[in-house]
Each structure stands twice: as structure tokens, then as C-alpha cells.
């Protein structure tokens, strides 16, 4: 390898490629914001108090997961095609989240209830009597995939117009 190769190689990324100039990238992250906001306002409304657990917690509607890397591969599509590899990879990925989401993670989470419920009733002499219970709330219904993947597809293409718009 030659000297110039390896001065090229080491020189810090242009400003351009960054991770802020990165479209997939900040559609993906925008969309699990976005999600992750709409709970946290939708809990507000419910609840009548501020839940900021809803901003980094899982489960609820929309579907934060489901939002993220549908964002990610339409940006990829957008981007890139929907004939490359890349593409293929995002895809595959969005639904390998998504099918976790409302199959393994939801169903784990409806056997915390049955566990916790197992706990509250032990007697209180028990060892397991006083331990914490376990989360519940840990996959998505199939709408709140839905809701989550629409919400991501939306994102994406807002972000791809706004890009346009100012540049």
C-alpha cells in the first residue's frame, strides 16, 4: 500500500458523512422519537400524569421497533433501490423485529402476567413472596405493529422530502 493510500484511509470522515447527514440513518432515529413520543403524550392523556418511563420504555402504541426499521429500509429503498443487496438486508431485518415484536416478545410478556399474578398469590412466608415482578408490557399487538410500521414509512418519506426541499 502506497503512502497516499494510507493517508486517505486515516483522514477523519468529511462533515458530509456524518451520521447526522446520513438519510436512513436520521429517519430511523427520528421515527423511534417520534414513536416513543406519541406513547408518552398517549399515557399523559390516559393517565392524567407524566409517564417519562414511555419515553425509553417498550411496548404500547405505536411500535417503536416496528417504526425504526421501517423507516430504515424505505430510507434504504429510497436511497439505494430496492434492487441491491442493502435493501434485501434492511427488509429482511424489519421483519425478522416486527415478527418478534407481536409473536415472541408479546407472547413473554403475557406469561410475566400469569408469573406475577403466581407471585402476588403465594403466602407471604414464601421466598418468592417478596421478589419484583416482572415486566409485562414487552412485544405489541399486530395493530400496534401496524401502526408502528406506517408511522415509520410516513417518516422516511417526510424526512427524504424535507431533504429535498432544503438542498
Request: glycine fraction near 6%; hydrophobic fraction near 45%; include cysteine.
Amino acid at each position: 500500500m502506497d503512502a497516499d493510500a494510507t493517508t486517505k484511509t486515516s483522514l477523519p470522515a468529511s462533515p458530509s458523512s456524518s451520521a447526522f447527514s446520513n438519510y436512513p440513518l436520521a429517519s430511523a432515529l427520528i421515527a423511534f422519537a417520534v414513536a416513543q413520543f406519541i406513547k408518552f403524550l398517549t399515557s399523559w392523556y390516559k393517565e392524567k400524569k407524566w409517564d417519562l418511563k414511555q419515553l425509553v420504555g417498550s411496548g404500547g402504541m405505536p411500535s417503536s421497533h416496528s417504526s425504526t426499521v421501517s423507516a430504515l429500509a424505505v430510507a434504504v429503498c429510497i436511497k439505494e433501490g430496492s434492487g441491491g443487496s442493502l435493501f434485501a438486508v434492511a427488509l429482511i431485518f424489519a421483519s425478522v423485529v416486527m415478527y418478534d415484536a407481536s409473536g415472541v416478545r408479546l407472547h413473554a410478556g403475557r406469561q410475566a402476567e400469569v408469573l406475577n399474578q403466581i407471585v402476588y398469590e403465594l403466602p407471604a412466608e414464601h421466598p418468592l413472596s417478596e421478589s419484583r415482578p416482572l415486566r409485562e408490557l414487552l412485544g405489541h399487538t399486530p395493530t400496534q405493529v401496524v401502526a408502528g410500521c406506517f408511522l415509520g414509512i410516513v417518516t422516511a418519506v417526510v424526512v427524504h422530502l424535507v431533504i429535498i426541499v432544503f438542498t
